[in-house]
Nanobody
Framework: QVQLVESGGGLVQAGGSLRLSCAASGRIDSSIVMGWVRQAPGKERAFVGAITWTTYYADSVKGRFTISRDNAGNTVYLQMNSLRPEDTAVYYC???????????????????WGQGTQVTVSS
């Protein structure tokens, strides 16, 4: 099993920045695929970004958000700049074993989920 704990959400004005963190523990290895998915009120979960040996981003956040991980591979970060009101959502950290096949931009392909952290961007 893998446990994921997010932190770093909050309230910010449009144009501001936030940094989310996700700490993974349990049966993990350095190749674990980790990503971020968000869910706005009344909407389905939507892919934000993922990191494997490379990075993936949703078109809506390209150039504004950056995903990274520490050297041990246990913690992943989401640096969010130039935030917009439409970025308001609950942000979930997600992970899956490197042996799982499938597009890392598809939320349903992840096996493990954090509890979520609220990000609110005011206009």
């Amino acid at each position: 099993q893998v446990q994921l704990v997010e932190s770093g959400g909050g309230l910010v004005q449009a144009g501001g920045s936030l940094r989310l963190s996700c700490a993974a523990s349990g049966r993990i290895d350095s190749s674990i695929v980790m990503g971020w998915v968000r869910q706005a009120p009344g909407k389905e979960r939507a892919f934000v970004g993922a990191i494997t040996w490379t990075t993936y981003y949703a078109d809506s956040v390209k150039g504004r958000f950056t995903i990274s991980r520490d050297n041990a591979g246990n913690t992943v970060y989401l640096q969010m700049n130039s935030l917009r009101p439409e970025d308001t959502a609950v942000y979930y950290c997600a992970a899956r074993r490197s042996t799982v096949v499938g597009d890392p931009t598809i939320p349903q392909k992840y096996e493990y989920w954090g509890q979520g952290t609220q990000v609110t961007v005011s206009s």
